[in-house]
Every structure is written in C-alpha cells, then in structure tokens.
C-alpha cells in the first residue's frame, strides 16, 4: 500500500504562484508514473500534470506555460510548481501514483489539498 501526503495548497491572489508536494510512502518510487489532478466544485476531476518514471511529463493545455511537474527521487516527492493562477485554477488537487505490471495495475490517491484563487 502506498501512501501519498499532499502540502502546499491555500490560498492566493490571481497572478500568484503556489507549490504544491507530494511525498509517497513506498521505497520504489522511482518506478511510479506521478500525477497531478484536481476537481472543481461541480466538475469532474481532470489531469492537469504528469511525469512518469522516466521524468517525461505532460501538461492539459489549459496549464501549459504556467504549471511545472518535477519529481525528486531521493526525497520520494513530486511536486507541481504553479505559477501566474486564475480564479478558474481553484480546486482540490491531488496528487496520483500509478504503475502497470504483467498482472495489474497500482494506483493510488492523496487525500487531496485546497486551492483557492481569488482576491
């Protein structure tokens, strides 16, 4: 079983810049496609960033230019630096781990953090 801890969300201004953390409990993070979703109120959850074992990462055009996904190994975190935030950015987001082998697939969630954009 795999857990993940989100950190870093709140509140902010439009045009601020927020970093959000995720930190795994499991030795072989290393080997896990990271993500990043979130959910608005009355929305359904979307995937704003990912980065896979390999560190390829991927952006939703609606973040591409501001949000940056990293990962650091040794710490067993990813993080999602997101920078130049609009009202519309607010949302729970939440960090997701996943890996496929021969047999199944793994995956699991974070509780998920709040953030707010407005002024």
């Known amino acids: 079983q795999v857990q993940l801890v989100e950190s870093g969300g709140g509140l902010v201004q439009p045009g601020g810049s927020l970093r959000l953390s995720c930190a795994a409990s499991?030795?072989?993070?290393?080997?896990?496609?990271m993500g990043w979703y979130r959910q608005a109120p009355g929305k359904q959850r979307e995937l704003v960033a990912s980065?896979?074992?390999?560190?390829?990462?991927d952006y939703a055009d609606s973040v591409k230019g501001r949000f940056t996904i990293s990962r650091d190994n040794a710490k067993k975190t990813v993080f999602l630096q997101m920078n130049s935030l609009k009202p519309e950015d607010t949302a729970v987001y939440y960090c997701?781990?996943?890996?496929?082998?021969?047999?199944?697939?793994?995956?699991?969630w974070g509780q998920g953090t709040q953030v707010s954009v407005s002024s």
């Open positions: 997701n781990a996943n890996r496929v082998s021969r047999v199944r697939t793994y995956e699991y």
């Open positions: 499991v030795s072989t993070f290393s080997i896990y496609d």
């Open positions: 980065i896979t074992s390999m560190s390829t990462t």
